[in-house]
C-alpha cells in the first residue's frame, strides 16, 4: 500500500510504515494520507484514500465533514505534543510573570560605559510577579490542560479548573489539589492566569470573547497555546487597551494581535520539539497501520473508535450512516451468501456509525458480491475487507 506524505513528518512515523511494507509517496495511487499542518480544505483526494491521519491533535486543517459523508475515517494523536506545549505553556506563564523579553531587550540594546551597571539602575522597571500562591485557572482538562494542572501545583500555584467533558479517565490524570469549577465563569472570575486547552470546534469559535473577557480580573494575563480561533482576537485587545486585560499571550498570529506592547505571540511552535514530533510521528502510523491491515479505529475524530484483536482469518469494515436497521440489513447480506458471523461489533457517534464483522470464511467467489451487496444498501458509505494471514483456522 502507498502512504502520501504532507509536510516533514518525523522519520520515526515514516520507519514504521517502510519497515512493514507500506511505500511512501510512491507512484501508485495512496491508500492513505499522513500529514501535519497542510491544509487538505482546497486538495483533491483521491477515491483510492482509505484513512487520513493527523500527527498532531488539532484537525481543522482536514475536511473532516467531506471526508465523513464519503466514508473515510480522520485520526488525530491526542498527547502526542501534550508535553511540549504543557512546558511552553509553564514559559508563557513565566513570562507573564516576569517582564523577560523586554528586560533582555534592554539588557542587549544598552551601549556604553558599565553595562552592568547600567543595568542594574534600570532593574526597578523590570520588577515583575511570583507564580507562587496566585491562582492558575485551566480551561480544559485533556493530555495538555491536566499537565498544565498539575505542574502548576508544583510550582506553589492555587489551580482551578474547568472541563464540561470531564470523565474518570480523566480525572486520574489530575492531581487532588486541583479545584474543580463548576462553571468556566468561576475559573474567569478566581484566577490571575487563565490558559485554554481545548478542541477547536465551531461550538468554541470565539469561546473566550467580550462577555467571558470582561470577568477576567483587570491584571489576569491569558494563554491561548490551544488552537486560532478559540479567543476572539479583537476583543482581546478591547480589553488589553480598556486595561481589562494585563496581558495576552497566544501561539496564534492575526491581524488585531500585531504590534501591541501587551500582546505576546509565538509562531505555532506549541507542539515543536524533537520528542514530540517523533512520538506523534509514530502514533499517528500505528494507528494508519493498525487500521488499514485490521479495520481498527483509534482516535478517529468522525468515526467511533473500535479496538477488538483480529483472531479470525478476515473482517469486513463497514463505515455508514448512524440510521435504524442498519445491522439487521448487513446481517442479511452474510445469510444470503451463507457466511457465518463469528463476532460483530458495531458503535455509532453522531451522524456516523462503524461496524466490523468478524469472519472465519470468506470464499475468494463470494468477496465481490459481498461487498457489491453491503455497498447497495443505504446509507452505507465505504466497505474494506481486512485479511488475517496468521490466523489459526485457515479459509
Known amino acids: 500500500m502507498n502512504i502520501k506524505t504532507y509536510n516533514a513528518v518525523s522519520e520515526k512515523g515514516l520507519d514504521y510504515l517502510s519497515e512493514r511494507g507500506y511505500q511512501i509517496n510512491g507512484d ?7 500529514l501535519r499542518s497542510q491544509d487538505l480544505h482546497h486538495e483533491t483526494i483521491p477515491d483510492s484514500v482509505k484513512a487520513v491521519v493527523r500527527a498532531g491533535a488539532g484537525f481543522n486543517n482536514i475536511p473532516v465533514s467531506e471526508l465523513s459523508k464519503r466514508g473515510i475515517p480522520v485520526f488525530n494523536t491526542p498527547g502526542g505534543n501534550a508535553n511540549a506545549v504543557k512546558e511552553l505553556t509553564v514559559a508563557a506563564l513565566i513570562m507573564a510573570a516576569r517582564p523577560i523579553i523586554s528586560a533582555i531587550n534592554f539588557a542587549n540594546e544598552t551601549r556604553g560605559g558599565d553595562v552592568s551597571l547600567r543595568t542594574e539602575r534600570n532593574k526597578g522597571s523590570y520588577r515583575g510577579t511570583e507564580l507562587y500562591q496566585k491562582t492558575l485557572g485551566v480551561i480544559g482538562l485533556g493530555n495538555v490542560g491536566s499537565k498544565v494542572a498539575n505542574i ?3 510550582l506553589g500555584m492555587d489551580v482551578i479548573g474547568y472541563d464540561p467533558g470531564l470523565n474518570a479517565n480523566t480525572a486520574w490524570r489530575i492531581d487532588r489539589h486541583v479545584h474543580h469549577a463548576a462553571s468556566v465563569d468561576e475559573v474567569l472570575a478566581a484566577a490571575d492566569y487563565v490558559t485554554v ?4 470546534t465551531k461550538a468554541n469559535h470565539h469561546f473566550i470573547d467580550a462577555k467571558k473577557l470582561a470577568q477576567l480580573k483587570p491584571n489576569a494575563a491569558l494563554i491561548n497555546f490551544s ?6 482576537d479583537e476583543e482581546a485587545v478591547k480589553a488589553l487597551d480598556d486595561k481589562k486585560l494585563r496581558l495576552f499571550i497566544t501561539d496564534f498570529s492575526s491581524e ?3 504590534d501591541n506592547d501587551r500582546v505576546i505571540i509565538t509562531p505555532h511552535i506549541g507542539g515543536s520539539t524533537v520528542e514530540a514530533e517523533d512520538t506523534s510521528a509514530l502514533m499517528a502510523a500505528k494507528q494508519m497501520d493498525d487500521f488499514l491491515t485490521s479495520g481498527n479505529i483509534v482516535n478517529s475524530v468522525n468515526y467511533p473508535d473500535i479496538n477488538e484483536p483480529f483472531l ?13 436497521n442498519m445491522l439487521g440489513q448487513i446481517s442479511q447480506v452474510f445469510g444470503k451468501q451463507d457466511l457465518n458471523i463469528e463476532e460483530l461489533s458495531n458503535r455509532a457517534v453522531g451522524d456516523y456509525a462503524y461496524t466490523l464483522v468478524a469472519l472465519n470464511q470468506l470464499p475468494a467467489d463470494h468477496r ?9 444498501i443505504g446509507h452505507v458509505l465505504n466497505v474494506e475487507i481486512y485479511h488475517n494471514p496468521d490466523a489459526d483456522k485457515a479459509e
Not at 486547552?197 to 477547536?200: F, N, R, S, T
Not at 488552537?227 to 476572539?232: A, C, H, K, L, Q
Not at 479470525?312 to 435504524?324: C, F, K
Open 312 to 324: 479470525t482469518p478476515y473482517r469486513i469494515g463497514i463505515l455508514h450512516e448512524n440510521v435504524p
Open 152 to 154: 502548576a501545583l508544583s
Open 256 to 258: 488585531p494581535l500585531l
Open 197 to 200: 486547552h481545548i478542541p477547536y
Open 28 to 34: 501508485e495511487a495512496p491508500d492513505g494520507i499522513l
Open 227 to 232: 488552537r486560532s480561533g478559540i479567543v476572539d
Open 368 to 376: 465481490q458480491a459481498i461487498v457489491s451487496d453491503i455497498k447497495g
